[in-house]
Structures are given as C-alpha cells and as structure tokens.
C-alpha cells in the first residue's frame, strides 16, 4: 500500500541574527507498509516520528526521498485524497473549540464532496450520527463542544472524525499517549475493531512499547531521524538485534519486573551536529572504533534488519 524511499526532511533554523543552520529531523527512511497490517513505530521524544508521519500526510512537505502510494507517487493525487487519515497526539489541540464536535466530524465530508455530489444537511447530520454511535458516544452529543469531554471521549471524537471519509490508511501518531491506562485499553480495541470492520492499515506511532506490542504486527525503532531496526514483532521482542531496541526494551515498566540492567546514559545526540559514523554511537555501551568512524546501514535478513555494525 505505501512504499518510503530514502525519505528526508531537513528544518533549517536561525542561529544567529544572519545565520541558519540546516539539520535533518529524518534522514534516509525506507520502508514498505503492506495493506491490511499495523505497523508500529517507536522511540524517543525528538527523533523525528511526527515529521514522518506529517510527510506520509501530506502536512509537511518532504526535503528528498519518494512516497508511492499503491506503486505511484502522492504528488499525482490520482487517489482519492483522503484515503489517507491522521489522528493526532493531543485530541484537544486537535479539534477546534469554537465548533461543535458534530460539526467539526461532519466537516471532511462536507469539503470531501465536489459540488456535484454536495451532500444534504441531512445526510451529514445522519452520517455524523452514525459515526458517533459507532465510536461508543451518544448520538446526543452532537451539540457538544470540546472542552465539555473527557480526554477519552475527545480522541473518540478524533477517530470519528478522521474515519468518516472511509480512509484505507490511518497514521495514528501518539493517539492514546495522553490517556491514563484504562481508556487507553478502550481506545486501543475501539481502534482494532475499526481496523477489522473498514479493513484499515495503520502506520501506529508511539513511545510505549506496551501499546506497540498491542498494537503492530511489524516494528520500526527510530533513533535521531534514523531506522534503526524493523522486525516482525515476535521477533523484535525475543530477539532484539540494536543495541537501543534492547535498551528500550529492557527500560519498558512492568508490574514486577525486576530493576532494569540496561540503563542508558546521556541524551540522544543533538541533530544539529552532523556525524560520521552511527548515531547511537556515543551512548552505545558496545560501541567500538569503527562506529565512530563508519554509519551502519540495516542489513540483517529480509524481515529483521538493523543498523549496527556488531549485529552477528
Ligand atoms: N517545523 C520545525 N522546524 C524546525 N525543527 C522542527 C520542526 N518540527 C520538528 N522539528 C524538530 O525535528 C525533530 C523531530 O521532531 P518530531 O516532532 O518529529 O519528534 P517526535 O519523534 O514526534 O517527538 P515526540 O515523541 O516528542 O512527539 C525535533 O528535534 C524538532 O525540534
Ligand atoms: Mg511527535
């Protein structure tokens, strides 16, 4: 369904009253979404999973790299333009609090439509009704404004409103992180049952390995704009292959767990100085010489790659 290649996105910042500098936020991404599956991608805060996923989009334009969407490039829009959904992290900032939540649902339908196909208010109405009862809201809330829900029910609203279009593709970026447990839960099967009643694909974004593991049926890790490994998640979780992905792993909280023996040290470097060679390198407890010096591509088999030079 979407194919990346070499996608990069560069910002380029103010450092001075006259001086900018140019930093890649991603660098280089590849990777292959097949229809039907849920593809997760991790890692920390500042490593660029919300540039990608506003690229996918259509939000941010990209610096380099290509997007085929069912084998063709998105710029030629052949496809209908919202196939392709996004659910926000934060469902609040998300929806605009002067339009009431029926509206703010019934609003990518109503700009959806051509003039020739305008739809009548009263099968908006019905539409966003219908909607609202399938994501487990009342039907009565349609007058409601955002700030008269709780923070479950706003995203609810979120998922309704980026459904309502039929999408194939739905890139759901941190959508339960601002959740407490349990309605991240009801959020998350809410979520499932979708995917399997629409026959939807997800691009699933998060930190939490938990929900990811949940969630995906595949896994990217991400790390300072780069992929560092993408793996099956069976195989991701038993048998972890980059030395991040096995301290993320082992940082992950479960109720019981002993103290975590990986601890990483330091911050992901910043992504304004440019690298030589691996970019985990300096916080890397096995790094060597060569890490320093040469940039790991993912090698490894045709379904569990990564980027470390010291995978074997
Ligand atoms: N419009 C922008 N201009 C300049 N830099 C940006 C812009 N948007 C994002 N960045 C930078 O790009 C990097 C990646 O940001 P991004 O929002 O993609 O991170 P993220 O992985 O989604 O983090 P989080 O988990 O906190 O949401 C950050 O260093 C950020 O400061
Ligand atoms: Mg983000």
Do not use: W
């Amino acid at each position: 369904m979407l194919t990346v290649n070499k996608l990069s996105k560069s910002f380029g910042i103010r450092t001075g009253i006259s001086a900018k500098q140019d930093f890649f936020a991603v660098h280089e991404v590849n990777f292959h979404l097949k229809k039907g599956v849920c593809l997760g991608l991790v890692g920390e805060s500042g490593c660029g999973k919300s540039t990608l996923a506003k690229m996918l989009v259509g939000l941010l334009p990209k610096s380099g790299g290509e997007i085929l969407y069912k084998g063709r490039p998105v710029e030629e829009n052949f496809y209908n333009p919202y196939a392709l959904q996004m659910i926000f992290q934060d469902p609040f900032s998300s929806l605009n609090p002067r339009i009431c939540v029926g509206k703010s649902i019934g609003e990518p339908l109503k700009i959806n439509k051509n003039k020739a196909q305008k739809i009548s208010r009263k099968a908006l109405r019905e539409a966003v009704e219908n909607i609202l009862e399938e994501v487990g809201l009342e039907k009565e809330y349609y007058f409601r404004y955002p700030h008269e829900f709780s923070g479950g029910q706003r995203q609810r609203i979120a998922i309704a409103r980026a459904i309502i279009t039929k999408p194939e593709l739905l890139v759901c970026d941190e959508s339960v992180s601002a959740l407490d447990a349990s309605h991240q839960a009801q959020v998350l099967n809410l979520l499932l049952d979708l995917k399997e009643k629409y026959d939807l694909t997800y691009l699933f974004i998060s930190h939490n390995l938990q929900v990811i593991s949940f969630m995906c049926d595949e896994i990217m890790v991400m790390y300072a704009g780069e992929i560092v490994e993408q793996a099956p998640r069976k195989a991701l979780f038993e048998n972890p292959l980059h030395p991040y992905t096995k301290a993320l792993i082992a940082s992950a909280p479960y109720v019981g767990k002993p103290r975590q023996e990986l601890v990483l040290q330091g911050e992901m470097p910043s992504l304004l100085q440019r690298r030589l060679g691996c970019a985990f390198a300096s916080r890397c407890p096995s790094a060597q010489k060569r890490c320093l010096e040469e940039k790991p591509c993912l090698s490894g088999s045709a379904d569990h790659k990564a980027a470390c030079h010291f995978i074997g």
